[in-house]
């Protein structure tokens, strides 16, 4: 019911292949974050990293482009392995970026922001997505706390999946952890993206099984 993210913003880069494996079956996927220092004032990793990643794991390989121009990093990053790339509305009309993601056969995302307004992306939510990516923080930086909110966004996206019969993902990111997996599951998330969640404690298998545990409650309770 649910999927689990880990984002190895929080890992140990000089160690990633190893990292990724400790968590085992406890997760579907590996989010992967790319910033360009421009469009988020962090630096982290580019289509090298992914490549490189592809070669120890055949988990889903979710690329966030936190970039200014997204377009660029498309042809490479498919190419490196990635299964799905996911812009921000934040850049303007995603559109073009979608159809292109889709030619070159990964999932088409978009993204938005923590203090975006949720009707910025509301006119994407159609069969031109696979995956909505709402920030339950703000872009850039590992380790914040999770913005309660920000829960309204995932609501009224997953009124709209519902009612328009739908099938995109609800990604939610930042500060999803135990405590907090239960509330965006409740509101309609199914991928779950956790860093220091999961990285940060010494067993990250238990610890992707816990966050699933507690999201998938949620959800059989609602």
């Excluded at 910033?35 to 982290?44: A, I």
């Excluded at 990793?45 to 055949?58: E, F, M, Q, Y």
């Excluded at 934040?90 to 056969?105: H, I, K, N, Q, Y």
Aim: aromatic share 4%; net charge negative; hydrophobic share 45%.
């Amino acid at each position: 019911m649910v999927t689990i993210a880990p984002s190895i913003l929080a890992a140990d880069f000089g160690r990633l292949a190893d990292e990724v494996a400790s968590v085992g079956d406890g997760a579907e996927w590996v989010h992967v974050d790319l910033m360009d220092g421009h469009f988020v004032p962090n630096l982290t990793i580019g289509p090298p990293v992914v490549a490189s990643l592809r070669r120890h794991t055949h988990k889903l390989l979710d690329c966030h482009l936190m970039v200014t121009d997204p377009g660029m990093w498309l042809e490479p990053l498919a190419a490196a392995g990635a299964d799905g790339c996911s812009v921000h509305v934040e850049l303007g009309d995603p559109s073009p970026l979608l159809a292109r993601t889709r030619e070159l056969g990964m999932m088409a995302g978009v993204v938005i922001d923590g203090p975006t307004e949720f009707e910025a992306v509301e006119p994407y939510l159609d069969e031109r997505i696979d995956l909505l990516l709402i920030m339950t923080i703000t872009a850039g930086f590992g380790g914040q706390s999770f913005q309660p909110e920000q829960l309204p966004k995932i609501e009224r996206a997953a009124a709209i999946r519902r009612q328009r019969d739908l099938a995109f993902h609800i990604e939610v990111d930042g500060g999803v952890k135990v405590e907090t997996a239960p509330l965006v599951a409740r509101a309609g998330a199914d991928v779950l993206v956790s860093g220091t969640g999961i990285f940060d404690g010494r067993d990250p298998h238990a610890a992707a099984a816990a966050l699933r545990a507690a999201a998938e409650s949620a959800v059989e309770d609602r």
